[in-house]
């Protein structure tokens, strides 16, 4: 079985990305609502979680973990790495690379939580990828509760999102990476807004090609999804028509259920 965890809702874009690169692999997915959001609390606090659900989905009988959460991969993937040494384990970082080969102005913005944009890891990944490329990193506070809330395109978080990115296009930035999974929910709604001037930059399918390379015997199986969360378990499965997500339900065998790591 393989494990994948977020915050909450943002890694169902990597769920989906796997799900589709590995029909038949048994998949359980874990997302923290009771903790959601990870980007505005100390390392310490999201280090401690990480841990903590990376050491319950073991013991459920992941063999392969996900980190589908580019704020929980900056803050901990090396310890929850260090405390399981025979478990292969996928994390989720920015886009720079990709972004940067292919930008034209040699501009390229990350759109990320708090504690991503300050992370050494984020500043490492620049110094080792962007090469002469100008990064900025531009922190959005509440934008992944808005994706919590379902409120994807409503006209004030709308202008909002604006707000952030027109300044962004404005300087010549013509590679937009985003740099949290529940932003990939958000894409069509900044899609017009950077249409002709800007590329959105998504790794979900990379990640979910690594996924591939490292499952081994996990990938074949009955193909169940299980859902999991650790607080109002039944808003996952609620919110996949709204995340365009309607078709993983077909995959789920039992109801979404509580999880308490
Ligand atoms: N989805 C997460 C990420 O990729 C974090 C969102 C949050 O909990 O703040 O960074």
Redo the contacts with the bound molecule.
Sequence with gaps: MIGIF??????LSVLAAVARALPRAELCYLA?TA???????PDGFIQGRVLSIGRHLVDRGCRLLVV???????AAVDELRRQHPGVPIVG?EPGIKPAAAASRSRKIAVL?????ARSERLARLIRDHAGAVDVTVTPCPG???R??TLDLDGPAFAAEIAARIDPLLASGVDQLVL?????SFLAPTLAPLVAGRAELVDVAAAVARQVVRLAGADSQGAGALALLATARPERLQAALPRLGLGWLATRIEHAAGLAQP
């Design positions: 977020d915050s909450g809702l943002g890694g923290d903790h959601v959001p990870y980007g505005s609390k589908a959460c580019n704020t929980a991969t900056a989720i990320a939580t708090e504690s991503t934008w992944a509760t994706v919590e740099g949290c999974t529940h932003y």
